[in-house]
């Protein structure tokens, strides 16, 4: 199956940079948002960021203005409707997805694919929401979406292999690394992961050092290109919090219990780049 127009649903950390590399590789993109504030945003963080990579000459300005052109930014789930595959990138609650996945079923053609960017949400639990289970698979993308190679691409039990064939080649076609996963808590990605950020969010709990000095050691000492708190700033504390949620009730081990200083920053607000302060602070974003 030819995948020629992409519908991407949440236009937030994740979605403006999914809508962005699916432009860019040709395909028509419609962005939805249920926030008229964070569709805006993103459509404007994605100008932004093309026009970065035109700074760096990895794109002219033809490129940039002929990719923007093919990004239509829609306030509904209905602007979905025509599209050969959607990608769901809403917060990553399983009730939420459960009730999109329903209504996408319900107003997608039937030869549609309906993938989620899920982090660690059981895809074959997402899928039997719908009458298309062997069309609904995991597209887990990487944050960020443009610079980063990998897409983890999770079957669910009843996936078809036609449907997983087409969504590799699409990963491709967008330049990426398809890499499959079976259907588990935190697929490969977040398994590893999220108890490693876990893990430096009790240190900076217990005082066995200051953020700064967390986050030295793991990229002086271990090589990692980010510390495990940046990282956290990166993803967002509450998608973090959400995913060891779900690995911790999903598995049933104690050793994915999320911190309290975890739970006490999203509580906060403290969500990290994006509200401007996590474990570290940062300059309010523009554009
Ligand atoms: P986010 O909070 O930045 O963005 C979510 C967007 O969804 C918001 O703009 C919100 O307005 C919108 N939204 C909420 N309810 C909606 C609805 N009913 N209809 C349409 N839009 C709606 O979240 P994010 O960090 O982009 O995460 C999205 C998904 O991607 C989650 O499943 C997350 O686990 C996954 N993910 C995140 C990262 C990361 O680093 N942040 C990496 C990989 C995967």
């Not at 649903?9 to 590789?25: D, E, P, Q, S, Y």
Request: charged fraction near 20%; aromatic fraction near 4%.
């Amino acid at each position: 199956m030819k995948i020629e127009s992409v519908a991407v649903v949440g236009a937030g950390t994740m979605g403006n940079g999914i809508a962005h590399v699916c432009a860019l590789a040709g395909l028509q993109v419609i962005l939805v948002d249920a926030d008229p504030d964070a569709l805006k945003g993103a459509l404007a963080r994605i100008g932004g960021n093309m026009s970065r990579q035109v700074a760096k000459g990895r794109l002219d300005a033809a490129g940039r203005e002929r990719a923007l052109a093919r990004i239509q930014g829609d306030g509904s789930l209905a602007g979905a409707a025509a599209a050969d595959l959607v990608i769901e990138a809403v917060p990553e609650v399983a009730e939420l997805k459960g009730r999109i996945f329903r209504e996408l079923d319900a107003l997608a053609p039937a030869h549609a694919i309906l993938a989620s960017n899920t982090s660690s949400i059981s895809i074959t639990g997402i899928a039997a929401r719908t009458e298309r289970p062997e069309r609904v698979i995991g597209m887990h993308f990487m944050n960020p979406v443009p610079v980063m190679r990998l897409v983890e691409i999770v079957r669910g039990l009843r996936t078809s292999s036609a449907t997983v064939a087409a969504v590799v080649g699409l990963a491709r076609a967008l330049g990426k690394t398809p890499v499959e996963a079976r259907d588990f808590p935190g697929f490969v990605s977040n398994r590893i992961l999220m108890p490693m950020i876990n893990e430096a969010v009790f240190a900076l709990m217990e005082g066995v050092a200051d953020a700064e000095s967390i986050d030295a050691v793991m990229t002086l000492g271990m090589n990692h290109p980010m510390g495990p708190l940046a990282l956290a700033d990166l993803i967002g504390l509450d998608t973090c919090l959400n995913i060891l949620e779900v690995l911790h009730r999903e598995i049933g081990d104690d050793r994915y219990r999320p911190c309290p200083l975890l739970r006490q920053h999203v509580a906060a607000g403290w969500l990290g780049r994006k509200t401007g302060r996590g474990f570290h602070s940062y300059r309010p974003r523009t554009g």
